[in-house]
């Protein structure tokens, strides 16, 4: 067996009642505390560049809490504390309004303040527990925008959507977006860049009492999607968004208070967005709870032959559950209503409620 750090990526899920009673048989363990139940798990042992991985059953994973796999196994089983001051008890859906004129997908059809305000709104009708507003646009080969061409486009969003039924969350990588964002009301930050491309933002998240969603993503923006390369994708993200939640930990924002997310899309081929979608319950080894923003990325219409990002959306929805298959919490999404109603039907044939 390789030396090195342990990973457990659990398999073998199941759902609803089955779930239930297998775990009160000791035939299966919770994932993250939640609905859905796992009874094996590929056990990873050494590093990115070298590992050796063992198909092991749950029964045989509670023999063997000793040599550092407890600890693993205590992260990935334990409950998730609200995030946002929101129960994660079922996928949480987190709706995407751009007050940009470039991004990918929307860019232009919400950047003056009325557009996305009521945009926001209609998010929340159509059930967005949180909604992120952004005013720079990361889409590969995006340029930076100014801070103050940024405060000037989310500052007067978010002076008008105090009072929302959504949770606010502010999509920024700059500190004096984030302050101006916090005091104007939103409770979430969301930074693509985990809190390095300013690492101010470590001081205000703590300060201000945010949440924080880490992003692992590859490179700048404008260059990240040049030559994307990995020794393994699924490890290398995840000691990364490691070393983050350890990097918050240090700047006292608690842990209960920070959420990862993997980055489908930033700094990733086709290939290693797809190893990345596979392979989400390996992230629960961090510990936190997980989101991940699929919705309408070039990936999906890498597979679907389709241009046109609003032409991704059945993709977008298959994303979704297969996220929320694995025990995702949180899924960003563009189309709030189709993914709600997706993730309704999933959940109906699944764990056979309307709820």
Known sequence: MAEGKLYLRPIGFLYGPPAEAAIEDGLALPLAGGPIAFTAAVVIEGDPTHSQRRLVAVEALEESRDAGLGAVLERVTAPRPPFGGLSLARPTLMGIVNVTPDSFSDGGLYD??????????ELAAEGAEIVDIGGESTRPGSDTVAGDDELSRVVPVL???KGSPAVISIDTRKSTVAR????AGAKILNDVSALTYDPACLDVAAEEGLDVVLMHAQGEPKTMQDNPTYDDVVLEVFDYLAARIEACEAAGIDRARIAADPGLGFGKTLGHNLA???????????GVPLLVGASRKRFIGGLGQNKDPKSREPGSHAAAIASAAQ???ILRVHDVAGSRQALAVWRASMFGTEN
């Not at 990345?276 to 961090?286: D, E, I, M, P, Q």
Request: hydrophobic share 50%.
């Open 180 to 183: 101006a964002a916090a005091r």
């Open 112 to 121: 003056e303040t009325e557009g996305a305000v009521t945009h926001a709104a």
């Open 327 to 329: 025990g995702i919490q």
């Open 159 to 161: 002076e008008q959507l």
């Open 276 to 286: 990345v979608l596979a392979n989400l319950s390996l992230f629960h080894g961090l």
